[in-house]
């Protein structure tokens, strides 16, 4: 913390011989009767603040060193500082909280960012999946925004009608038989994947036959799988057990269900990859 209180006095100096009272965007302080607090410009009158007994609670890496303090403002958007806040944490004299009176921090999302760059160059994770309406798709393009894996598709050498209800009937058929559609599709090195995420459709309780062609073209020991699966109202809890019982030597994870794209991120991250 002694780094912020350099970079806040400095930043204080450079206010006050300063005819402006505001940067573009960081630590600002009070002047005149508010001399000694602080507030976080968000630039373009934008400004952290939070309820009369509920503080704004924010991660900030005020000195940009890639660790980030918790802060807390008030209605008015001061920090709190040397004080227990209204909802009962204690916060120093720079305004962090601390349990123990030791400042608590986190990596900075900026930090984190760069962190997930260097994870994406090294391009472990890979996307695969199989989709006929599309929504599988729009999942799997979610996850590799979030990712920065290798995105592939899985296309079968005989496409499934345009019909749905024909494809149904096909994929009942692949279903009865136990069948392993050919795919078009190939991954190459995929040695270098430590975590392999395969998403689809769910068709009469379970994946569709072609993932158990993709899931016996590859090694899959040592890797993560990480199922995701679309559908209307049946759980992915059946599909994943045919994946467990394909890949004995992988960690095979849960795996969600996914209606939409708008819990993806919070998925992913929630997994600790």
């Known amino acids: ?32 009767a508010n001399e000694g607090r602080w507030w976080y410009d ?30 807390a403002f008030d209605a008015e958007g001061w920090l709190y500082t040397d004080t227990v ?4 944490y204690q916060v120093d004299g720079n305004g962090a909280w601390t349990e123990n009176g030791i400042p608590q921090t986190k990596v900075s999302e900026t930090a984190a960012l760069q ?11 890979l996307i695969v999946y199989f989709s006929k309406t599309g929504t599988t798709e729009q999942a799997a393009q979610r996850i590799q925004e979030v990712t920065g894996g290798t995105l592939v598709e899985l296309e079968p050498v005989n496409a499934y009608p ?38 689809y459709p769910i068709w009469f ?3 569709p036959k072609v993932i158990e062609t993709f899931l016996e073209s590859y090694d899959f020991t040592g890797k993560t799988i990480v199922p995701f699966c679309t559908s209307g109202s ?14 004995p030597e992988s960690n095979v994870l849960s795996g969600l269900r996914l209606n939409d794209v708008s819990g993806v991120e919070a998925w992913v991250n929630g997994l600790g990859l």
């Open 205 to 207: 309780g379970t994946a």
């Open 42 to 71: 968000l630039g373009e009158g934008q400004y952290y603040a939070g309820a009369e007994n509920a503080p704004s609670w924010q991660w900030i890496d005020g000195n940009q060193d890639g660790t980030a303090e918790c802060y």
């Open 1 to 32: 913390m002694k780094k912020v209180m350099r970079f806040m006095a400095a930043l204080f100096l450079m206010i006050s011989m300063s005819a402006t009272t505001a940067l573009a965007a960081g630590w600002v302080g009070g002047q005149g």
């Open 85 to 88: 806040t209204p909802d009962g």
């Open 234 to 247: 049946s759980g992915i809890e059946s599909s994943v057990r045919v994946i467990r019982s394909h890949c």
């Open 162 to 199: 345009s019909s749905y209800s024909e494809t149904l009937t096909v994929a009942q058929r692949e279903l009865d038989q136990d069948a392993r559609p050919a795919l078009s599709t190939t991954v190459a090195d995929m040695g270098q994947y430590d975590t392999v995420f395969i998403g």
């Open 115 to 125: 962190a997930g760059s260097q994870d994406q160059a090294a391009g472990s994770t």
